[in-house]
């Protein structure tokens, strides 16, 4: 996993929560910086695909660590 | 140009309440521009003390525990009592799944700069006072709704 500034733990959250959570954690980053999510919602695999072409917020990784889903998105 | 999304909410259950909220917060985090007008029943989702509930009856295809809906009687659905027990059970089952209670969905939708109209003639309707709801909530009509929905990317009924 590469490097992040910050980790948000969206675990035991259902839709929608894990996106508006991250939306609201990276507009506390600077542009650049990285934010790791850990959420246990299966469908937010493809929520934060979205999230992340809706947003211009690139994903930069998306995959299962210790049975919970993590992703790393870049704030644009 | 951000994207706008104009949602008319007009039912007042805890099962209908969901949709608006949901799909206000996201589009909103997803950049949209939103506007929810709340009109009929939908005004019970502004109120400042919510009292939502779920009722069996008149929700055909409902799922319930232990297989009830295939064989508890729709006469059964209208017992006194019935209505309080099944929104107890529904509210458990999303606490226990981790979703979001309505007044935290209202409260991210409201932070992340979603709109809320509601119906002046259905406020008056009604007879409801505007101190029974929230603050952060314009009133106006159906031509209010159609300046914001007539510029509309997705303007959805609920």
Known sequence: MANFDQELDASGLNCPL??????????GLQSG??????????????????FSKQ????LLESGEEGGKFVFLIKKA | MSKKLAIIATK?????AYPPF???????ALGY?????????????VKKDLDLKVSPLGNPGMPMPMGMDKWFPVMGTAIPGMETVMTSMMKSKMKAKGVASIEELR????????????????????????????????????????????????CLYI
Do not use: H
């Open chain 2, 107 to 154: 409260e991210l939708c409201q932070e992340a700069g979603v709109r809320f109209v509601a119906c002046q003639m259905t406020v008056d309707l009604f007879d409801m006072e505007p101190s029974q709801f929230i603050d952060e909530l314009e009133f106006g009509g159906a031509a209010t709704f159609f300046e914001f929905a007539g510029e509309s990317d997705i």
């Open chain 2, 33 to 45: 521009d939103v506007e929810v007008f709340f009109t009929f029943y939908g005004l019970q989702l």
């Open chain 1, 55 to 58: 947003t211009g917020n690139p």
């Open chain 2, 22 to 28: 949901i799909l206000a917060s996201t589009a909103a």
């Open chain 1, 33 to 50: 910086q990285v934010l790791r999510i850990v959420a246990t919602d299966p469908g937010s695999v493809k929520d934060f695909e979205a």
């Open chain 1, 18 to 27: 894990p996106i508006l959570r991250a939306k609201k954690t990276l507009a």
């Open chain 2, 12 to 16: 007042g259950t805890l099962d209908w």
